[in-house]
């Protein structure tokens, strides 16, 4: 089974900063992987698909990037909002979330 | 508009099955396939399966011996059947859509599973 390792898994930044969260694949995937926004006691929400495709409605302060086994979601300015935990998803072989990464206000 | 809405048992006994119900609406289960996720409290998100829009259906290599998932596509409804629970196997599960590329674009809000006597 495929590995996703994601750093950090506790990322503390000031509104309007950049802020920058990896996924790392055990090998390579390919370019199919999705990231995920989730707030306390709600469901999961599609923020980019294919690597960096922005999803309907997401706001474009999100991006994606990557390739081979890794990968980033950049969030170019920090809203009081996005304080959430964030997935990486790889669907090339044996379909696998990362362990997630909790970002907070500091 | 999409939506997919979970059903089931709150409480399930160890060693018993768990049924649950994904009732869909605002699209077809002939043209998109649905997934079933699960999340343990407090923990990280676990790709259970996939039933495509053509009926096949694929999952999750841990739990492919406990695990079956079926549908209704008079109904909109999707079925998730797993035997031999342990406690291990408390979680919220959802069921989630996609389309042609792995999208997971639309969730239900889940429904809390725990496995206790």
């Known amino acids: 089974d495929i590995q996703m390792t994601q750093s950090p898994s506790l990322l503390s930044a000031s509104v309007g900063d950049r802020v920058t969260l990896n996924c790392k694949a055990s090998?390579?995937?390919?370019?199919?992987l999705n990231w995920y926004q989730q707030k306390l006691g709600e469901a999961p929400k599609l923020l980019i698909y294919?690597?960096?495709n922005l999803q309907t409605g997401i706001p474009s302060r999100f991006s994606g990037s990557g390739s081979g086994t890794d990968y980033t979601l950049t969030i170019s300015s920090l809203q009081p909002e996005d304080v959430a935990t964030y997935f990486c998803?790889?669907?090339?072989?044996?379909?696998?979330f990362g362990g997630g990464t909790k970002l907070e206000l500091k | 508009q999409v939506q997919l809405k979970e059903s089931g048992p709150g409480l399930v006994q160890p060693s018993e099955t768990l049924s649950l119900t994904c009732t869909v609406s605002?699209?077809?289960?002939?043209?998109?396939?649905v997934h079933w996720v699960r999340q343990p409290p407090g923990k990280g998100l676990e790709w259970m399966g996939i039933?495509?829009?053509?009926?096949?259906?694929d999952y999750n290599s841990a739990l492919k011996s406990r695990l079956s998932i079926s549908r209704d596509t008079s109904k909109s409804q999707v079925f998730l059947k797993m035997n031999s629970l342990q406690t291990e196997d408390t979680a919220i599960y959802y069921c989630?859509?996609?389309?042609?590329?792995?999208?997971?674009?639309?969730w239900g809000q889940g429904v809390m599973v725990t496995v206790s006597s």
């Open positions: 998803f790889q669907y090339n072989s044996g379909p696998t």
């Open positions: 294919y690597t960096n």
């Open positions: 039933i495509r829009s053509g009926g096949s259906t």
């Open positions: 090998q390579n995937i390919n370019k199919n």
């Open positions: 989630t859509r996609s389309g042609f590329v792995w999208e997971l674009d639309y």
């Open positions: 605002g699209f077809s289960l002939t043209s998109n396939s």
